[in-house]
């Protein structure tokens, strides 16, 4: 059997539990598409068939079965293994598996989980980063025990899972020395032909921004557009362009990347948001994550 990818395993067993490809879609949130494709690698990789057709259904084949069954034998095993690194073991150190959706700044996440690892007894962290609906999967399957998003969960997804105010900050635009005295004056219309760095089209603070330019009858000139935070902020320092970024990290933006503020980007704000499967968030170690979390961004709002 060829390299046996873990992600094709999950699909393929939430493909057999739910029934079809649809159900499986839905409860993953991805693609159809998406997800037919990676069993037929994984088909693949086992070297048969791990599903027939019957009418418009899927049943699982001879192999699919015994595949299927050492699928919920390696899944329980990781629970356990969570559980067990979880503290349920006398003495370990607990550990809190965390989603950050890859459009919340990275000091702004930083900013929230850090008191974490000051709290007695200790507790371990671990951190993935992805897009929100691609999280929202994991935390589906129990894979998360939250998410830090910059938005809440989006109408259209059915999931189990509920979301929970961290506070907020308003937006800035900053930039280093050079073009901080060149565009400063006169903001924001200063920002005409301005080069600017921003996030990528479809988070919600580029939307934002968008509109706000529209208000205020400016076209800064875009030199690029990013995902990643951290590597917009290191163009920025580099002097590439302006670039938005949340004030309540300011003293963090002047300290590692040698920028300063030049103005607020109107009354835009960003949201931060933890998403658990809980409407009321009952296990300790979230609990203290959210706690710590409003207090750290309420006292520099």
Same mark, same amino acid.
């Given at each position: 059997?060829?390299? %046996?990818?873990?992600?094709?395993?999950?699909?393929?067993?939430?493909? $057999?539990? =739910?029934?079809?490809?649809?159900?499986?879609?839905?409860?993953?949130?991805?693609?159809?598409?998406?997800? +037919?494709?990676? !069993?037929?690698?994984?088909?693949?990789?086992?070297?048969?068939?791990?599903?027939?057709?019957?009418?418009? /259904?899927?049943?699982?084949?001879?192999? /699919?079965?015994?595949?299927?069954?050492?699928?919920?034998?390696?899944?329980?095993?990781?629970? =356990?293994?969570?559980?067990?690194?979880?503290?349920?073991?006398?003495?370990? $150190?607990?550990?809190?598996?965390?989603?950050?959706?890859?459009?919340?700044?990275?000091?702004?996440?930083?900013?929230?989980? @850090? *008191?974490v690892l000051e709290m007695e007894p200790p507790l371990r962290l671990a951190c993935r980063e992805n897009d929100l609906?691609?999280?929202?999967?994991?935390?589906?399957?129990?894979?998360?025990?939250?998410?830090?998003?910059?938005?809440?969960?989006?109408? @259209?997804? +059915?999931?189990?899972?509920?979301?929970? @105010?961290?506070? =907020?900050?308003?937006?800035?635009?900053?930039?280093?020395?050079?073009?901080?005295?060149?565009?400063?004056?006169?903001? *924001?219309?200063?920002? =005409? /032909? $301005?080069?600017?760095?921003? *996030?990528?089209?479809?988070? $919600? %603070?580029?939307?934002?921004?968008?509109?706000?330019?529209?208000?205020?009858?400016?076209?800064?000139?875009?030199?690029?557009?990013?995902?990643?935070?951290?590597?917009?902020?290191?163009?920025?320092?580099?002097?590439?362009?302006?670039?938005?970024?949340?004030?309540?990290?300011?003293?963090?933006?002047?300290?590692?990347?040698?920028?300063?503020? !030049?103005?607020?980007?109107?009354? !835009?704000?960003?949201?931060?948001?933890?998403? +658990?499967?809980?409407?009321?968030?009952?296990?300790?170690?979230?609990?203290?994550?959210?706690?710590?979390?409003? @207090?750290? %961004?309420?006292?520099?709002?």
């Amino acid at each position: 059997m060829k390299h %046996l990818n873990y992600n094709h395993l999950l699909y393929f067993n939430t493909v $057999a539990r =739910e029934g079809s490809i649809a159900r499986a879609s839905e409860t993953l949130h991805l693609t159809p598409q998406t997800i +037919s494709g990676q !069993i037929k690698l994984l088909e693949e990789a086992v070297g048969a068939p791990l599903f027939d057709r019957v009418g418009r /259904g899927l049943v699982l084949s001879k192999t /699919g079965h015994s595949v299927n069954q050492y699928a919920d034998a390696i899944f329980a095993l990781g629970t =356990e293994l969570t559980q067990w690194v979880g503290g349920n073991q006398s003495g370990a $150190a607990g550990t809190v598996t965390t989603g950050i959706v890859n459009s919340v700044p990275k000091m702004i996440a930083h900013r929230i989980l @850090q *008191p974490v690892l000051e709290m007695e007894p200790p507790l371990r962290l671990a951190c993935r980063e992805n897009d929100l609906q691609s999280l929202l999967g994991e935390l589906a399957v129990h894979r998360l025990d939250l998410i830090l998003s910059d938005r809440p969960i989006p109408a @259209q997804f +059915s999931v189990k899972a509920y979301n929970h @105010q961290l506070g =907020e900050s308003g937006i800035y635009f900053y930039g280093e020395d050079r073009l901080a005295e060149r565009f400063g004056p006169g903001f *924001p219309d200063s920002l =005409e /032909g $301005a080069p600017v760095l921003l *996030p990528s089209h479809g988070s $919600a %603070l580029r939307r934002n921004l968008d509109a706000w330019f529209e208000e205020i009858y400016v076209s800064p000139k875009i030199v690029a557009e990013f995902d990643d935070s951290a590597l917009l902020k290191v163009f920025g320092e580099a002097g590439a362009g302006l670039f938005p970024a949340p004030r309540v990290v300011e003293q963090e933006l002047r300290h590692t990347y040698h920028v300063r503020p !030049i103005g607020a980007a109107g009354s !835009i704000k960003e949201t931060y948001y933890a998403i +658990s499967p809980e409407r009321v968030v009952k296990k300790p170690a979230v609990r203290r994550i959210t706690d710590a979390a409003r @207090q750290s %961004l309420a006292s520099l709002t």
